[in-house]
């Protein structure tokens, strides 16, 4: 009996070999169809692939959405993906993209190192590449035609100032929890490095506990409920966004301490919910972080695409928010 069926287990094993095989030839004609190689996608659209970094916040949402949007109106074709808060993925992804030959590549790199081998690679194939949101810490500038984002430095300033100035009559040392962001990410090393150097302006303020909640709301909660057990005396919370604050709130409320006066509270994003929360009085000062980077980015990939010349650094504008702006700013509020 087995002897019997062995020869027909290998004839279907070859057969299968063959099938995919020729799914394989099939996929590859229908790549280099689409691929273009720098002619446009079936209907002659530019392609962009974009790297998105994750979903982990209301500010990430916001800046998809955007980017679709965007894609959409300006006759795109986009090739998107999640990464999932991996830089794994995200070389993977690129890869990708690369071997599709899609026109220009955009991400939003998660960390700021580790990406000089991938970009080089687009580059070797003649992909040009754009970051958006966030930076790389790459020598070589050559790598990418140019940087569309915020000043992430600024932003952690601007709420270090805001503290100077709101704190500027209190006696005694005023001791502030910061929840980082995503540990190696470009806005949770420059939100530190901003915030740290305004408020080396007054001694008094004094960082007594900096971790990352990994952007997260989750990791906000869990990382504050920490930071309340641990330390009976805080003042302050300086959380790099929204959502991590959003987190937090739960666990000072829990705590039985009241958010907003108990411990005055500073983000960064001013996203609809972090937004609301300054306008009920639970945060105290958002600095703005604007997702919409959509647009632009359509605008910069058509550029770069025609081989023109773009800035190497393009800066989006900010604003800052108390809890009477917020109000007043609410109804309008985009994201
Ligand atoms: O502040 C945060 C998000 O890179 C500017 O990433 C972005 C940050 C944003 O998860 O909410």
Redesign the pocket.
């Known amino acids: 009996m087995r002897n019997m069926r062995m020869p027909m287990a290998r004839r279907r094993a070859m057969a299968v070999v063959a099938a995919v095989l020729l799914a394989g030839a099939v996929a590859a004609c229908g790549n280099s169809d689409t691929g273009s190689g720098g002619d446009g996608g079936d209907d002659g659209k530019l392609v962009l692939g974009f790297s998105q970094?994750g979903a982990?916040?209301?500010?990430?949402t916001a800046n998809t959405n955007s980017i679709k949007e965007a894609a959409t109106e300006a006759g795109i074709e986009l090739k998107f993906d999640d990464a999932q808060q991996k830089q794994e993925n995200q070389i993977k992804a690129i890869r990708n993209y690369i071997q599709q030959k899609v026109d220009v590549i955009a991400f939003?790199p998660v960390v700021e190192s580790g990406w000089d081998t991938v970009l080089k690679e687009a580059k070797d194939a003649g992909i040009p590449v754009i970051l958006t949101?966030?930076a790389v810490d790459s020598a070589d500038k050559s790598l990418y035609k140019t940087f569309l984002?915020?000043d992430?430095v600024k932003e952690g300033r601007l709420s270090g100032e805001w503290l100077v100035e709101n704190k500027k009559d209190a006696t005694g040392d005023v001791n502030i929890v910061e929840l980082q962001?995503t540990t190696g990410?470009?806005?949770a090393n420059d939100r530190k490095k901003g915030f740290a150097e305004a408020i080396a302006a007054d001694p008094k303020l004094k960082v007594i506990a900096s971790q990352s909640g990994d952007?997260t709301r989750a990791g906000g909660k869990q990382v504050m409920e920490q930071f309340l057990k641990a330390h009976p005396k805080i003042d302050v919370l300086f959380a790099?966004?929204?959502?991590m604050g959003l987190g937090a709130l739960e666990a000072i409320t829990a705590a039985g301490k009241e958010p907003g006066k108990d411990i005055t509270i500073i983000t960064?994003?001013a996203v609809k919910d972090g937004m609301q929360a300054l306008a009920d009085g639970k945060f105290n000062f958002i600095a703005e972080?604007s997702p919409l980077l959509g647009p632009q980015l359509m605008d910069l990939a058509k550029k770069v695409h025609a081989g023109e010349e773009v800035p190497p650094r393009i800066e989006t504008e900010e604003t800052t928010f108390t809890q009477e702006q917020a109000k007043e700013a609410l109804p309008n509020r985009k994201y």
């Open positions: 970094v982990e916040s209301g500010w990430r939003s949101d966030r984002g915020s992430f962001g990410s470009a806005p952007f790099h966004n929204d959502d960064i994003d972080c």
